[in-house]
């Protein structure tokens, strides 16, 4: 049967988001595996060495780097097929409409997806291009630099948004009985992390302190906003309850979650590499628990009230439609990603699990469960939506 696509809409760009989130995903795991002393980061020279040995971590790191390349691929396919769209939207009257309502929040997917951009590139370059690491600082401030663009659009969308609600008062609370609303603090968290990036790894005090000022700025606005908007998002939920096709916004926290977390990780990195503040390892053994546990409990509470509602049934593996279901994609990817950071900063680091041992092994068998069924998921999207 077949099945027409929706009117474009901008959450459309989370699909690109999704591809790009699972190249990442893929890379992280080569990044603990891989060895790479003296660098921050598993580049072409390491990665090279570790394929050559013949041994499962070979393997394991070649299909990986597959993966990282295939969706990448997708990232940008999905990204240009985005912005060809969404510059004929811009002349519809839909986009008049929507950027009336409570829906032009939904323009911060845009730099989200853009930021999101940045990462996939830096990683494509970091691990197949021979040397890069070498004139790495001359690319940090580059990186900054798009980043600030990345962030500079969102403040622009965020600031009109809230302008406009703040005079007028036409924030709809009756239509605000999701987490929808928080898609503008992922948006932030993204960017933040994006700056948190050359604060940890660059060795010039002057990348270092933007990176982290950057950081710090972008993840203070998403902290500030998660408060104000998971209030008033479950105080409409608990009065007039959710609805089917918001319910995946409940998971939206993981991927909010993952983001400062590594946010606040990378700072940290950057603080002990230039500020002599050295951080102990128990630390990254607390903040790693605790972004884990709330990310099980959002993705418990998000799980059960999709389940009870029959949405998997309906729009993942029935003929419903819902372009929102693209957010199913970022918090399966975002646990996993942080996952892999528990397993390795929290647990590894402070001794309780040997690297590659049986329990090792253990502890990360869950979340390949749950990274795969983040890609059939991707799949079966992308086709429903024949994109």
């Known amino acids: 049967m077949n099945i027409k696509r929706p009117n474009y809409n901008p959450l459309y760009f989370l699909a690109a988001l999704g591809a790009g989130g699972l190249s990442v995903s893929f890379f992280v795991y080569i990044n603990f595996m891989v060895p790479h002393k003296g660098v921050p980061m598993a580049?072409?020279?390491?990665?090279?060495?570790?394929?050559?040995?013949?041994?499962w971590l070979s393997f394991f790191t070649l299909f990986s780097l597959l993966l990282v390349l295939f969706f990448a691929f997708f990232h940008i396919k999905l990204l240009i097929w985005n912005i060809k769209e969404f510059s004929k939207f811009k002349k519809t009257d839909a986009y008049q409409t929507l950027k009336n309502s409570n829906a032009e929040v939904t323009l911060m997917t845009i730099p989200l997806t853009l930021a999101m951009s940045v990462n996939v590139a830096f990683v494509i370059f970091a691990v197949f291009v021979p040397g890069l690491w070498n004139i790495v600082e001359y690319l940090f401030p580059g990186a900054l630099l798009a980043f600030?663009?990345?962030g500079y659009y969102a403040l622009k969308i965020f600031v009109h948004f809230f302008t406009r609600l703040l005079i007028t008062g036409e924030f709809d609370c009756d239509a605000n009985n999701s987490l929808a609303q928080m898609i503008s603090i992922f948006a932030f968290a993204m960017v933040a992390v994006g700056f948190a990036a050359p604060a940890a790894m660059s060795h010039t005090i002057a990348v270092n302190a933007i990176g982290t000022v950057g950081a710090i700025f972008f993840s203070s606005i998403a902290i500030v906003l998660i408060v104000i908007k998971i209030v008033l998002g479950f105080k409409n939920m608990f009065e007039h309850g959710i609805s089917v096709e918001a319910s995946p916004t409940l998971w939206i926290m993981i991927p909010i979650l993952t983001l400062l977390g590594i946010t606040m990780i990378r700072v940290n990195f950057g603080f002990d590499h230039h500020?002599?503040?050295?951080?102990?390892?128990?630390?990254?053994?607390?903040?790693?628990?605790?972004?884990?546990?709330?990310?099980?409990?959002?993705?418990?509470?998000?799980?059960?009230?999709?389940?009870?509602?029959?949405y998997f049934e309906d729009y993942i593996d029935g003929e419903k439609q819902s372009v929102p279901s693209f957010a199913l994609i970022c918090p399966g990817v975002a646990f996993t990603v942080f996952w892999i950071f528990f397993v390795h900063l929290g647990l590894v680091y402070n001794g309780v699990v040997d690297k590659f041992s049986l329990w090792y092994f253990v502890v990360l068998t869950p979340i390949l469960f749950i990274h795969l069924r983040t890609v059939q998921y991707f799949f079966k999207l992308k086709k429903h939506f024949a994109l």
Not at 43 to 55: H, L, P, R, S
Not at 288 to 306: C, D, E, H, P, R
């Open 43 to 55: 580049t072409f020279e390491f990665i090279y060495q570790a394929v050559k040995q013949g041994d």
């Open 148 to 150: 600030a663009v990345a």
């Open 275 to 310: 500020f002599d503040a050295a951080v102990p390892k128990t630390y990254f053994f607390l903040l790693t628990s605790i972004v884990i546990s709330l990310q099980v409990l959002f993705g418990a509470l998000g799980y059960s009230v999709m389940k009870k509602m029959r």
